[in-house]
């Protein structure tokens, strides 16, 4: 009798709707834009950003499409130091000190990647004096040759330059008495960056007047002259200081009296800016900045007491500097650059500059300028002393600060 096998069961197939799905895989390409700048914003620095807004076009348009990431990045994360830029004396080109933060390797990529010896400039061998800085604003040096007349804008980390021709001889038209010219000034746009303004101005005995030229137009265009000083000049040919920049507005400083010649750059009209009377003839103490968050400020030293002073109303009602705090910073100083203090020793504090919200600035503890000494920065918001180079110097400097690069604005993500 043989043995008769159970019938073998078919397995039921399921329709293909029914059969389970692996889930697909997730990667940052999956992110949205929203998600991807919230990534962004936690990036140590803005040259961390710019790495890796350009490692792929997504990236790269997420953060050109958004002026408000823009804001906000630049509120976390200002924009960083790079180093300092020094004049020299006869044909050689201006020198540049770097600031070695080996905490960001970003930061130092981009420090290594500049032409920092301005191999773009035109080179005219005959020419004496050569190039020279005479402002440095948003990554961008404005330099001028006297022996060429010529005027450059170049941005050493884009490597961005532009040549222009130099100011109309007409600005001298309409003069009363003496006639000077004094420095130039660069202004930048945040909201547009590549486009730049260049203003020059000049004075008689008793009035000012500028030249302004736009990258836009590619022309000068000579502004009125202004009202007369409200305090007689000294009668020397020079009675107006360096200029200083803040907000995107201009201020020289009077060289004996309590006041600063003000240009309002929207405007482009000029005004008269009271000072205390106790910096009347102290030029050398004081500077006009900016807070971290845009307000305008007055920044002085007495020794090794650093004042701040915002314009507002007194208890008077009247507008004038209310001085808001002070921080003696002796103490700090001499502890970070390991210096001692004699008695005898001359304490001077000099403020270079206030840019939102750090101060920079150089102790003299000794009366010899030609010796070496430590570049500072001071955080008004953390009060955080920083030591940022050790070095000497025999002429002018500016602090080299890296700017948002034009290519990460516009809607335009082609290489």
């Not at 889930?23 to 390409?29: Q, S």
């Not at 590549?194 to 203003?199: A, E």
Request: include cysteine; glycine fraction near 6%; proline fraction near 8%.
């Amino acid at each position: 009798m043989s043995s008769q096998q159970p019938p073998r069961r078919r397995r039921q197939r399921l329709p293909p709707t029914a059969r389970s799905q692996a889930p697909a895989a997730t990667t940052i390409h999956s992110l949205n834009d929203d998600l991807l700048l919230d990534i962004f914003l936690r990036l140590p620095s803005l040259p961390s950003l710019v790495r890796a807004a350009l490692a792929c076009r997504s990236f790269l348009a997420a953060v050109r499409s958004s002026p408000s990431f823009r804001r906000r990045f630049r509120a976390l994360h200002p924009h960083p130091l790079i180093g300092f830029c020094f004049e020299t004396y006869g044909c050689d080109v201006p020198s540049f000190s770097p600031i070695r933060r080996r905490s960001d390797p970003d930061l130092t990529a981009a420090v290594r990647g500049a032409d920092v010896f301005l191999t773009r400039l035109p080179y005219h061998e005959d020419a004496d004096p050569g190039w020279k800085i005479v402002d440095c604003r948003g990554g961008c040096l404005l330099l001028l040759n006297r022996g060429t007349e010529q005027i450059a804008a170049y941005d050493p980390i884009t490597r961005a330059l532009h040549l222009l021709p130099m100011p109309p001889k007409e600005i001298s038209k309409g003069r009363h008495g003496k006639f000077d010219c004094l420095n130039f000034s660069l202004l930048l746009s945040d909201e547009t960056p590549g486009l730049f303004r260049v203003v020059f101005l000049c004075h008689d005995k008793s009035r000012v007047r500028a030249v302004v030229y736009s990258s836009g137009t590619r022309e000068w265009r000579i502004l009125p002259w202004s009202e007369v000083t409200p305090a007689q000049p000294s009668g020397k040919k020079h009675w107006l200081l360096r200029v200083r920049q803040a907000n995107g507005n201009l201020y020289w400083p009077h060289t004996k009296q309590a006041y600063m010649v003000v240009l309002d750059t929207t405007a482009m009209r000029f005004t008269f800016m009271d000072l205390p009377n106790y910096l009347k003839g102290q030029g050398h103490r004081y500077t006009i900045g900016e807070t971290k968050d845009g307000r305008l400020c007055l920044v002085f030293t007495l020794g090794f007491m650093l004042f701040i002073s915002f314009w507002g109303l007194d208890t008077d009602g009247v507008e004038r500097w209310v001085i808001d705090d002070g921080f003696l910073l002796e103490e700090e100083i001499l502890q970070a650059t390991e210096g001692t203090r004699d008695d005898d020793d001359e304490l001077i504090l000099q403020v270079c500059a206030v840019m939102d919200g750090i101060v920079y600035m150089l102790p003299f503890i000794c009366g010899d300028p030609h010796l070496p000494c430590w570049f500072l920065s001071f955080c008004l918001e953390t009060r955080k002393l920083e030591k940022l180079l050790h070095r000497t110097f025999h002429n002018n400097f500016f602090p080299y600060i890296m700017a948002w690069p034009p290519s990460l604005v516009g809607r335009d993500v082609g290489p």
